[in-house]
């Protein structure tokens, strides 16, 4: 359930946005920002690093997995992606170096152990 919508039209820096999210969200809710982003000292190399970010800050208890589909073109079909999911009580950045329409994110559940155990072993 969503639980409010806002329009979000700011440019952000790729690496330093944790100021975007309330220090206080309400518990229990995930918050999102899609947005345009982009890094670099000069103008020059911001101009060269856009990117388009999905934010996420995970209020809640639990590690969730959900499915991500993106629109590339204008009028096109949905197509799906990857995502890392979504570990409790941390942000994760998604990104993308090309234009992104349109994103739908659906199909949220528990992530499984088995996916929980494989992530730790790779560290």
């Known amino acids: 359930m969503v639980t409010t919508f806002e329009p979000f039209n700011e440019i952000i820096d790729t690496y330093d946005n944790d ?48 499915r991500t589909d993106i629109q590339v073109q204008e009028g096109v079909e949905f197509e799906e992606t990857s995502n890392v999911g979504i570990h409790a009580g941390v942000k994760v ?14 199909e949220f559940s528990l992530m499984r152990e088995a996916e929980l155990e494989e992530e730790v072993s790779v560290y």
């Open 19 to 66: 100021f975007h999210f309330a220090e206080e969200g309400e518990e229990g809710t995930l918050d999102f920002y899609f947005c345009f982003s982009t890094s670099g000292e000069t103008e020059a190399e911001r101009d060269e690093n856009y990117r388009i970010v999905l934010l996420v800050k995970n209020r809640t208890n639990f590690d969730l997995d959900y």
């Open 93 to 106: 950045t998604e990104m993308w170096p090309y234009m992104i329409y349109n994103i739908a994110l659906y």
